[in-house]
T-cell receptor, first 114, second 116 residues
Framework: QQQVKQSPQSLIVQKGGISIINCAYE??????FPWYQQFPGKGPALLIA?????SEKKEGRFTISFNKSAKQFSLHIMDSQPGDSATYFC?????????????FGTGTRLQVTL | DAGVIQSPRHEVTEMGQEVTLRCKPISGHDYLFWYRQTMMRGLELLIY????????DSGMPEDRFSAKMPNASFSTLKIQPSEPRDSAVYFC??????????????FGEGSRLTVL
């Protein structure tokens, strides 16, 4: 059961361009939406996260846009750099008892070319 | 802090053998998660612990998989007997309670398992 759908599966962007990755969720109980970045041979690492009470969050070149009514959120990478080449995962979680279970999207492999 | 430490980094074994993966979480973290990553299914949550107690093991694929956390600094994921379809990268992650749910997950570098 795929609760978080992510697209595209892969993305090639030229250096300096904008990378956009989209995610959609079904469960309206989700209340935390992080993005993780994974380099080859490494574990995922938190990049940026948002809660549904705001529509946008920006950290440097990375921005999350959140549309609660459409149940969609996206990651925008401005001025994309070759060092941004990695796999990006969106995720969503909701509190269940005393903890939050994090459900990941299937990932987007980003390649930034020179 | 050394981060989450997993061992072995790579494991190649034959079908039917027992496999044990190990994880040392970040000191002070009270949540520990085991994930499996494959090309087909992405990152799947297998099980997670809170204060060494298993909370949710609904992601464990079948009885061949078991996980333990005997103390706050050590966890194991065991597969017995292993099958080729278990080939994947297994990640351990830890986090601490933030008052609004588990916070940032800190992942180890993973254990790449190949079952021949």
């Amino acid at each position: 059961q795929q609760q978080v759908k992510q697209s595209p599966q892969s993305l090639i962007v030229q250096k300096g361009g904008i990378s956009i990755i989209n995610c959609a969720y079904e469960n309206t109980a989700f209340d935390y939406f992080p993005w993780y970045q994974q380099f080859p041979g490494k574990g995922p690492a938190l990049l940026i996260a948002i809660r549904p009470d705001v529509s946008e969050k920006k950290e440097g070149r990375f921005t999350i846009s959140f549309n609660k009514s459409a149940k969609q959120f996206s990651l925008h990478i401005m001025d994309s750099q070759p060092g941004d080449s990695a796999t990006y995962f969106c995720a969503a979680s909701m509190r269940t008892g005393t903890a939050s279970k994090l459900t990941f999207g299937t990932g987007t492999r980003l390649q930034v070319t020179l | 802090d050394a981060g989450v430490i997993q061992s072995p980094r790579h494991e190649v074994t034959e079908m039917g053998q027992e496999v044990t993966l190990r994880c040392k979480p970040i000191s002070g973290h009270d949540y520990l998660f085991w994930y499996r990553q494959t090309m087909m299914r992405g990152l799947e949550l297998l099980i997670y612990f809170n204060n060494n107690v298993p909370i949710d093991d609904s992601g464990m694929p079948e009885d061949r998989f078991s996980a333990k956390m005997p103390n706050a600094s050590f966890s194991t994921l065991k597969i017995q007997p292993s099958e080729p379809r278990d080939s994947a990268v297994y990640f351990c992650a830890s986090s601490s309670w933030t008052g609004m749910g588990t916070g940032e997950l800190f992942f180890g570098e993973g254990s790449r398992l190949t079952v021949l």
